[in-house]
């Protein structure tokens, strides 16, 4: 059995946006960088050859929040963590909470990972006038990418939803939920953990603190707290790790959380 330690090795994860390039990702050995916006290549494992094709939203307009059409910059540094942090990364179950147009996902998937990707469904107009919405896109990303060594799919999930949460854990009962930078609206907050607290799996957030009042902080006081969560109504979850995440440009400065829910049994 490969260990995650040797798995950047030898595996090149190629992956092209289809319509709009906003970022791009390289690896050498074990480290993945912001390279240009011309080509992306991921060095993974010893799994052989994949390639993942996206569409990226970045004219797309729309009346909600759009903010996950476009590829976040945290997502190349935050794969080859989760890679890292995962146990075993085949067979894994995945539930993205922050799936956007795929990338992290789908890229999971491609490493033998089975992956949930979920979106509320906002009405979105894209480059070309055409009405679709945001879970239609990121199915569409989902389907370009139809060789994969594990599985993918989207799924409806808006945070909040308790009964939608509790109808897709019914069928799917994650190891680990993850999340990439969607903590900039706290208004979010509450609906974000109300969802965490049904779906009761470890947590690899990815986290970048934008505001001088550093308000996501708020996030892990509501979860954290035992008291705080209760007062909500809330699942509390304990620190299991946190890591800062070597991007780039360090100002915001960005930081991984492995958060465990109490009462985990695993």
Same mark, same amino acid.
């Given at each position: ?9 030898g595996?090149? @994860? ?5 319509? #709009? ?11 993945? #960088? ?5 080509? +992306? %290549?991921?060095?993974?494992? &010893?799994?052989?050859?994949? &390639?993942?094709? @996206? ?16 590829? %976040? ?11 890292? +942090? @995962? ?19 789908i890229?999971?998937?491609a ?5 949930? =990707?979920?979106?509320p ?6 480059d070309?006038?055409?009405? $679709? ?12 990418n139809?060789?994969?060594?594990? +599985? ?29 930078? =969607? =903590?900039?609206?706290? &208004? ?8 965490? $607290? ?6 690899? !957030? ?9 308000? &996501?902080?708020?996030?892990?006081? !509501?979860? !954290? ?12 979850f %304990? ?6 995440l ?6 915001? %400065?960005? #930081?991984? #959380? ?9």
């Amino acid at each position: 059995k490969m260990s995650n330690s040797s798995s950047f090795k030898g595996f090149f @994860l190629l992956i092209h946006y289809a319509v #709009y390039l906003v970022t791009s990702f390289d690896v050498t050995g074990r480290r993945i #960088y912001v390279r240009d916006k011309e080509k +992306t %290549s991921i060095v993974i494992g &010893e799994l052989g050859l994949r &390639e993942i094709r @996206l569409a990226d939203g970045n004219s797309a307009t729309a009346a909600g929040d759009i903010f996950g059409l476009r590829c %976040s910059q945290m997502a190349p540094v935050f794969l080859e963590h989760i890679v890292k +942090t @995962l146990p075993s990364v085949q067979g894994q179950k995945i539930l993205d909470l922050s799936a956007g147009t795929g990338a992290i996902g789908i890229a999971l998937a491609a490493l033998g990972c089975d992956a949930v =990707l979920t979106d509320p469904e906002t009405p979105i107009i894209l480059d070309n006038k055409e009405h $679709s919405t945001t879970l239609e896109f990121l199915q569409a990303n989902v389907d370009r990418n139809p060789c994969l060594a594990g +599985t993918a799919c989207a799924k409806k999930l808006g945070w909040g939803d308790q009964e939608a949460a509790k109808a897709l854990t019914a069928h799917f009962h994650p190891d680990f939920v993850i999340a990439c930078d =969607l =903590l900039y609206n706290p &208004e979010s907050h509450l609906a974000l953990a109300r969802t965490l $607290s049904i779906l009761a799996a470890p947590i690899l !957030l990815a986290v970048r603190f934008r505001r001088k009042d550093k308000r &996501e902080h708020a996030f892990f006081d !509501l979860i !954290l707290n035992q008291e705080t969560a209760r007062k909500h109504n809330l699942r509390p979850f %304990s620190l299991v790790d946190k890591v800062q995440l070597p991007v780039e440009d360090q100002i915001p %400065s960005a #930081y991984a #959380y492995h958060l465990k829910p109490f009462y985990h049994t695993h």
